[in-house]
């Protein structure tokens, strides 16, 4: 039997007078490579930081690795990579290899000091990647989708279960956002890490996920990717209040 | 100077003080820079200016506290000034540079006040707002060393995740960091070496050993260790340049040290312009 990873019932959200979600329930069982589309204003943030543990639920509840979200403390497990451009100031004085080391910092665990086999986790995680021989470079010398890359390895150093993506490839050239799923879908096959990814980009992620969510406030559509493929057209512009694209 | 050195306390006491916060005042200026927190170090000077005046105010006022050391209050008023600027903060949320400009008058209107009720200070206050060579007690030096044992203490503890916290805070907090305690202990911590420093610097001048040392490093480093690494040199190198210069030019040290570090930055920006140059033309 598969494993459940999250699962949500019932979870709702508002901020301030505004709701933003309402009775969402669906679960995401390990090894699924999820894609949640949603128009601007969806929810689709404010949903993936309920399950990172940075926001709470007005109502309903979370789980975790079959742990309530209140009481689960092996954040490490989950593994997050934002969008590039809030993520940090690229004129930041660090290493690729500092900023993967600083994804063992959760694991690691205050007072004590990183493991001893750290080089050979950082050097494996940017291998997984494609950058390991951008180590000793300057973060902000590299592209957007090498640093996405970079990000990803921070995330992977730690062993994650789950890697949670929030449009990854805003900023990155056109060309190099297919390698980059390429990538994930790899790291999902391989490594059997389930994926939860925001993203616009519909068509080209279409061939490598296997489920797919559609958001707006609430959850209109959640199942296999084949499903969502037999949805017609209309249906989809009626949740979304205005025309979207379908996956192909 | 090595032989006045040997022969008086008060120049030992500068000496060594100096050195010591040319270490601990860049190590922390470095986590400050990247993390665009440099004018609070500006603000909480000016707080510490508040506890400095008050106290002087107080000796002169009440016998019985002629002898107080006026780095106490410093102390007290930078700490408390630290905690008030991350209330400020987030009760301002999206203007959060605001705290700056409320603090930084704040501390100074009360520093006027208390300068303008007790009229006579004036030489000891000038050692206060810009440096003294001469004016460092061996109280001071034990005080500014047990600063320096707690910023190890706490940077050995808190290094990597003050480093997550500063690269990217949507991270730590996503990661579970408690970013919200870490970044208060280090404000207080920020605060503790502003009082310091402001000893051998004087309080108009303590952020920019802070700021300056790490501006040049970052020119140079590629990473973070090394920008630390650099940053303690050039802050070294201003802080014993600037204090050799300041006792035979009868100078305020912390007009040499900021003057030095200023030349320090510009040759290493001009430094930085020539190489990449000569190697773009050397291609």
Known sequence: ?248 | MIEALMNYEFLQNAVFSGMIIGIIAPLLGVFIVVRRLSLIADALSHVTLAGIAGSLYLSQTFSALALLNPIYLGIVASVGGSMLIERLRRLYKHYEELAIPIIMSGGLGISAIFISLASGFNTDLMSYLFGSVSAVSRQDFAVIAAIAIIVFIFLSIFFKELFVLSFDEEYAKASGLPAKWIHLLFMIVVALVIAASMRIVGILLVSSLMTLPVAAAMRLARGFKEAILYSIIFGELSVVIGLVSAFYLNLAPGGTIVVTSIVILLIVILAKKLFVQFSAKGV
């Open chain 1, 1 to 248: 039997m598969t494993k459940t990873i999250i699962e949500l019932k019932n979870v709702s959200f508002q901020y301030d007078y505004t709701q933003v979600l309402k009775n969402i329930s669906f679960r995401v069982e390990e090894g699924d490579f999820l894609a949640l589309l949603g128009p601007n204003g969806s929810g689709k943030s404010t949903l993936l930081k309920l399950i990172l543990g940075l926001l709470k639920p007005m109502s309903g509840e979370i789980e975790l690795f079959g742990k309530s979200a209140g009481n689960f403390k092996n954040r490490e497990m989950i593994g997050y990579v934002s969008q590039k451009s809030n993520a940090f100031n690229s004129g930041f004085p660090a290493t690729v290899q500092e900023v993967v080391k600083s994804g063992l910092t959760k694991k690691t665990g205050l007072l004590k000091r990183l493991p001893k086999d750290r080089e050979e986790r950082i050097s494996s995680a940017l291998k997984a990647v494609g950058m390991e021989q951008f180590a000793k470079r300057n973060i902000g010398q590299l592209s957007g989708g090498q640093q996405q890359r970079v990000f990803i390895a921070r995330a992977l150093v730690a062993e994650p279960k789950l890697l949670i993506l929030d449009e990854p490839t805003v900023g990155i050239d056109h060309e190099n956002v297919q390698a980059f799923y390429d990538m994930l879908a790899k790291l999902n096959e391989e490594q059997n890490i389930t994926m939860i990814l925001v993203t616009h980009d519909v068509d080209t992620v279409s061939n490598r996920i296997s489920h797919v969510a559609c958001l707006n406030q609430t959850i209109h559509f959640h199942g296999y990717k084949n499903d969502f493929d037999a949805i017609s057209q209309d249906e989809l512009d009626a949740w979304y209040g205005h025309a979207v694209r379908k996956i192909h």
